[in-house]
């Protein structure tokens, strides 16, 4: 008998016990066990496979990050490095403290596009938009990386091309809002893709435009903070607006005074959830990574949430000084230097954590 012909998930074993084994194989075993019969095959690959092990609690949190890779040796060696940096995708899996390099999408083997959004959907990985990386010029492109498979897929490009917007993933689709369009006109539209059917489906427009703003999810609404109009370059404002997706995503939501004027953003936005009893009578606020541990991360400041109140936080003390990587816990909590091998001690741009 072949293994294409295996009637049962395991011979001998019942259908129950078997499941209880595949759904305890760690993310990076599911690429060999796709290969052992095609109904081992069906069932890895399978939305309903990976509920089942996040029910469950076999899924973990990892942090993907896009970040700059390491100069060749022959750059290296006549001083610093030749033209813009060169980014890729690196993976930080918090259990084992082990870090990775996912391979190149195809379509830029050489380094992703420039300031690319990067979120996670139902243990895929999802990057989008920014510049090409050798003529600066916005694309619209959409990847998909599939950790089952190891491998990357061209999904459906954007509507239009964007940079510096805000993005989300919820229930299996990924918002994006604002940024600036090829002539660097802020934008308040709004688009959300469906990362299974592939598909892409206008929202309703925020209520002004957002340049260089951040997205973040809170529970089911998408919140896009900051950013500036057209008419004013660089004067980030301190409102956001928040959209449920959970009920139709048909009008967002004006919020004042969630974030410190005059500053950008992007990557290092924090959310902490506030005691009831206080002034402000509890609930979630913002922060910025730049403003916590003691200057630790002041320029270039990056969080990507692990769950259980742990967040990978990186940045530098100063211009042009080494990146630092932190487990912090909470906002206000204990600053845990973690270990990084030195292809991956580049600065990061952005990140998200995906569960695998």
Known sequence: MTAEEFPELIPGLPEEIAMECLI?????????????????RQLVRSREFYYHRKQTGHTRKAACLIQALQAPESELAVGKPVGPARYGVSLFDPVNESWERVDPVPDYADGLPLFCQVTSSEGKLVVMGGWDPVDY?????????EFTTRRWRRGKSMPAARSFFAAGEWDGKVVVAGGHDENK????????????????RELAAMSQERDECEGVVIGSEFWVV???????????????????????????????????????????LGVTTIP?????????????????????????????????GMTLVSGSAYQGGPQGFYAVEGQNGKWNKVSVPRQFAGFVQSGCSAEV
């Open 24 to 40: 305890r194989l760690h993310f990076t075993a599911h690429g060999v066990a796709s290969g052992v019969c095609r109904r081992w």
């Open 137 to 145: 010029h916005p694309v619209s492109h959409v990847f998909v990386y």
């Open 185 to 200: 006109n802020a934008l308040k539209s709004a688009w959300v893709y469906d990362v299974k059917g592939d598909e892409w």
């Open 226 to 268: 900051g950013g500036y109009r057209t008419e004013s370059q660089g004067e980030f404002e301190d409102s956001a607006e928040a959209i449920d997706l959970s009920a139709g995503a048909s009008e967002w939501r004006r919020v004042e005074g969630v974030w410190k004027a005059g500053q950008c953003p992007r990557s290092c």
């Open 276 to 308: 009831k009893g206080g002034k402000s009578g509890g609930g979630l606020a913002l922060f910025n990574w730049a403003e916590m541990g003691g200057g630790a991360v002041k320029v270039g400041a990056c969080g990507v949430q692990l769950g259980a």
